[in-house]
């Protein structure tokens, strides 16, 4: 295959952070009714059967495509593992951790959406299931965090030692993914908490690392985009300072 | 930009600089607007329950967290005086001041072990309500700050004993210095919040 | 010796600890009430202020980050006073 095609994959997969951004917002926490609120863990098994079947079709659609809609972590994933090599060279330890990571985070994700598609799969079951259908995938989806942290913090230290002309991330946007990958810490206390800002439906569990997470993955997109779009256009339009770029990428 | 090393200790004389690296400080913008609002949430939460608050409150020790206060001043002192040295090119000084500022920020954390000890050995943990959850998840998270900045402190004084911060070269301690300053901020709020106020 | 205490940074620390001890003198006076709950927050956003400036070395950087931090400061300590003003019941004492 030859540059110019490659590029263009590149180009794609670096595309599908957008889509996934923008699909996953809307199938995910719209359809899904996560958004505007998630499930409340206090609430009674009654009151969060009678949730699912008010918002069945929504819950189920929602979550269905979802899943799908995950796997264009896989893409996205790839492409930037690919620019991490460029700046590492030979041993790209820190493109693996973030590779791996980001690959975990696809099963993470979808798997929590399985148990809620299972929590809409018989309404009119006991609701005491329902309800540990519902308390599972929350809590796959909020204490297996660690995964999503080391791809951003591998992503970020990468970026902090790329000493191209452009660098692939800016050196502020490093830092704040730390933070953001960071402040995901807190979800681990959904695993004991049922109300407070702390338990899965809570700002410091849910809509703050939330928030953080897809603002990160945002900026992301958007830097590894405009990389792969800079390595484009040297090829189309080489010049000396666009092969120095090139030889230092 | 960050990297030109730039000497002068800062005075009202000297053309105003932001000490350390500016992207290090937005990370402390960012870890200084998550704790507003852990304090603002513990307000919140705080307004609909007074009276389960302040009777739990009683069962902190005040003293402790005065004295965990005392501690992190005392830090924060010995790692801005470690900066002030080294940028007076007082480079033996240097890890010495940082070395007790590691120390205080250790004696911080057996502090914080003894007094959660206290807490469990009597049977409160996260889950006893909503006060005493707050107390170990803020003075939790807030412990791993401390434990993250006194590595970061540690880092820096391997570095301020092989004699790499001095007069032209003080970029690196500054900016660790201004992370472990913002830990002692933010512990002022904690006591303040969580220990004192009724 | 003297001179050495009274150098800014030592003052700084002085005043800081002073704070600290005066703010748990008045808890363990068993004052209690509003007036006490907003003196102890005017003297916490005090004791940060003093961080900002003179340990974290603001008071001589640019404005702009300056302005950011005592911005921050301000806000979250107005907002906690404000909910701490406003949460009605037991403003009693001990």
Same mark, same amino acid.
């Given at each position: ?7 263009? =994959? #590149?180009? @794609? ?7 996934? *951004? ?75 951790? #973030?590779?791996?990571?980001?690959? *975990? ?15 809409? =799969?018989?309404? #009119? ?8 259908? /519902? ?8 204490? @297996? ?36 990958? @960071? ?11 049922? /109300? ?54 | ?25 937005? $990370? ?41 206060? &005392? ?55 996260? +889950? +006893?309500?909503? $006060? ?17 900045? +006194?590595?970061?402190?540690?880092? &820096? ?13 003080? +970029? ?27 | ?22 703010? %748990? ?5 068993? %004052? ?63």
């Amino acid at each position: 295959m030859d540059e110019k095609t490659s590029l263009k =994959y #590149q180009m @794609l997969c670096a595309w599908s952070g957008p889509l996934f *951004l923008v699909a996953f917002i809307y199938f995910w926490g719209m359809m899904g009714f996560n958004l505007p609120a998630p499930p409340s863990p206090a609430l009674g098994a009654g009151e969060l059967a009678a949730r699912y079947v008010e918002h069945l079709g929504g819950i189920r659609v929602g979550f269905l495509v979802s899943m799908i809609v995950m796997t264009l972590y896989i893409p996205w994933t790839a492409v930037l593992s690919v620019q991490m090599m460029r700046i590492e060279g030979r041993s790209p330890v820190l493109a693996l951790i #973030q590779l791996i990571g980001g690959a *975990l985070t696809v099963p993470v994700v979808s798997i929590s959406s399985v148990f809620w598609v299972a929590a809409a =799969y018989r309404p #009119q079951r006991a609701p005491e299931i329902t309800q540990a259908l /519902t308390d599972s995938g929350w809590l796959i989806i909020d204490t @297996l965090w660690a995964c999503t942290t080391w791809q951003m913090v591998a992503a970020a230290v990468a970026g902090l030692h790329d000493k191209s002309a452009k660098p692939l991330f800016p050196r502020w946007l490093c830092f704040v993914t730390i933070f953001c990958g @960071l402040s995901f810490a807190p979800a681990t206390m959904t695993g004991i908490l049922k /109300t407070g800002p702390f338990a899965w439906d809570g700002v410091l569990s849910f809509y703050f690392p939330y928030f953080c997470w897809l603002f990160w993955f945002a900026f992301a997109s958007v830097y590894m985009i405009l990389e792969v779009a800079r390595r484009r256009q040297a090829l189309d339009f080489p010049s000396p300072s666009s092969s120095a770029r090139l030889a230092h990428a | 930009m960050n990297a030109l090393p730039l000497p002068a200790p800062l005075s009202p004389a000297s053309p105003r600089r932001l000490p350390g690296d500016r992207d290090v400080w937005i $990370f402390i913008c960012a870890e200084l607007f998550a704790f507003g609002l852990f304090f603002v949430a513990y307000m919140h939460y705080r307004s609909v329950s007074v009276a389960l608050f302040n009777d739990s409150q009683l069962g902190l020790d005040r003293s402790l967290g005065a004295l965990n206060t &005392i501690l992190l001043l005392t830090s924060s002192w010995a790692v801005v005086s470690a900066v002030r040295a080294a940028r007076l090119g007082r480079i033996v000084a240097v890890p010495r001041y940082l070395a007790f500022g590691i120390a205080l920020g250790l004696a911080f954390m057996v502090v914080k072990y003894f007094e959660y000890g206290a807490k469990l050995n009597a049977g409160i943990t996260v +889950t +006893t309500d909503m $006060f005493y959850m707050f107390y170990f998840c803020l003075t939790g998270i807030h412990l791993m700050h401390v434990v993250a900045g +006194t590595i970061v402190l540690f880092v &820096i004084w391997l570095n301020a004993r092989a004699h790499l911060y001095h007069t032209g070269n003080t +970029t690196g301690i500054e900016a660790g210095a201004s992370y472990w300053h913002m830990v002692d901020l933010l512990w002022i709020f904690l006591f303040a919040l969580l220990y004192l106020l009724r | 010796m003297v001179r050495w205490v009274l150098m800014p940074l030592q003052r700084t620390w002085l005043l800081l600890v002073g704070a600290t001890v005066t703010v %748990l003198w008045m808890r363990e006076d068993g %004052l209690a009430g509003l007036t006490i709950g907003t003196a102890t927050l005017a003297i916490a956003y005090a004791k940060a202020r003093l961080v900002i400036l003179d340990f974290m070395e603001l008071r001589h950087a640019p404005l702009l980050w300056r302005c950011l931090l005592e911005g921050w400061l301000l806000l979250v300590s107005s907002l906690i006073v404000t909910i701490y003003a406003s949460s009605g019941a037991a403003h009693h004492s001990l």
